[in-house]
């Protein structure tokens, strides 16, 4: 599929494209520089994307996947094979993603067949972005994935029917991984704490404040380690290293003119994430290739609220939920 899609070449079978290394796995030779007693990345060859600082390179994405990598480099060097690995932590997503559903119907006491479930598993699993990144190697796409494995992680300790300590200290362990592997994530906590507010009876006081200290405290802990790293690397606790990084000439323009943090780019952001419709092209695999994507709502028709169609969920669940399938015409 990658040979098709990004190359405009016929499909071909390729045995080593998932035992190869990625060059642009960069976490692994942080994990080696860990290993070592460094912060900055020694051994690794490229530096595109990566932060240039004092004549030293670094990583401005937050360092959890490197520790995931350690006892791998560690154990077998630097020579890993970062497209398989990668496909295994997807695969693993794709079974905590079912049973999070169960686990969800549980709480709620929902009453679905596994085939529904399959149903869903598979659709997200292939029918969604996380096919393809789970064949990459990159650390762009390792990230996402690693972090979805955590965050799914911390949705199923959470959604445990029981309110013991101890689900929401997992839980928030859980989380606090997935944000320190990708930080936009820090959003999801809004999330949980609507959980944890549903738990303690839809209370403020209380019960509430006691879980989402409980849940909170291995990102409070994780929040200050992350500050001491940024100031041993850049003199600066709130300074990840992004200000200095090598970034694309796609980009460069547009942080000289505008900076990260903009009003001015809403609206075009809207635009590809939202209604941007993908560009389709007469061969395989018929939409052509295009890093910007487009609007999601193309992008994953599976659900849809179109009541004319058969409903692949009990009638109790599609009332409340208003989660219908898509008919095929």
């Not at 029918?127 to 393809?132: A, D, E, K, Q, S």
């Not at 500050?227 to 003199?235: D, E, I, P, S, T």
Request: aromatic letters at 20%; charged letters at 15%; glycine letters at 8%.
């Amino acid at each position: 599929m990658l040979s098709s899609t990004l190359k405009g070449a016929p499909l071909q079978l390729n045995p080593g494209f998932i035992t190869e290394s990625s060059q642009y796995n960069y976490f692994r030779y942080l994990a080696k520089s860990f290993l070592n007693g460094r912060l900055d990345v020694t051994e690794c060859p490229a530096i595109h994307d990566l932060v240039l600082f004092n004549q030293k390179k670094y990583l401005y994405w937050p360092p959890v996947p490197a520790l995931v990598f350690m006892p791998l480099v560690a154990a077998f060097g630097l020579d890993l094979p970062d497209r398989l690995l990668n496909i295994l932590m997807g695969a693993a997503n794709i079974y905590l993603f079912l049973l999070v559903i169960r686990r969800i119907c549980q709480r709620y006491n929902y009453a679905i067949d596994t085939i529904s479930v399959l149903i869903f598993g598979a659709f997200w699993a292939f029918g969604t972005v996380h096919f393809y990144m789970s064949l990459s190697g990159g650390v762009w796409f390792i990230s996402q994935v690693l972090a979805q494995t955590f965050l799914l992680g911390a949705v199923y300790c959470l959604m445990a029917e029981n309110k013991k300590i101890r689900k929401y200290l997992l839980s928030g362990f859980w989380f606090a991984l997935a944000v320190y592997t990708r930080n936009d994530i820090v959003f999801g906590g809004i999330f949980f704490l609507i959980i944890i507010l549903e738990d303690s009876g839809y209370s403020l006081k209380g019960l509430f404040l006691k879980r989402g200290l409980l849940f909170g405290s291995f990102f409070i802990i994780f929040s200050l380690i992350n500050l001491y790293y940024n100031y041993a690397r850049f003199g600066n606790a709130f300074d990840n290293g992004i200000n200095y990084h090598n970034m694309g000439a796609d980009f460069l323009d547009k942080f000289r003119n505008w900076g990260y943090m903009s009003m001015h780019y809403i609206p075009y952001n809207f635009y590809v994430e939202i209604v941007r419709l993908p560009k389709f092209i007469n061969r395989i695999p018929l939409i052509e290739m295009d890093f910007n994507g487009f609007g999601f709502i193309w992008a994953s028709p599976f659900f849809s609220d179109d009541y004319s169609c058969r409903c692949v969920l009990p009638e109790k669940l599609c009332r409340q939920t208003k989660i219908y399938f898509r008919c095929g015409k």
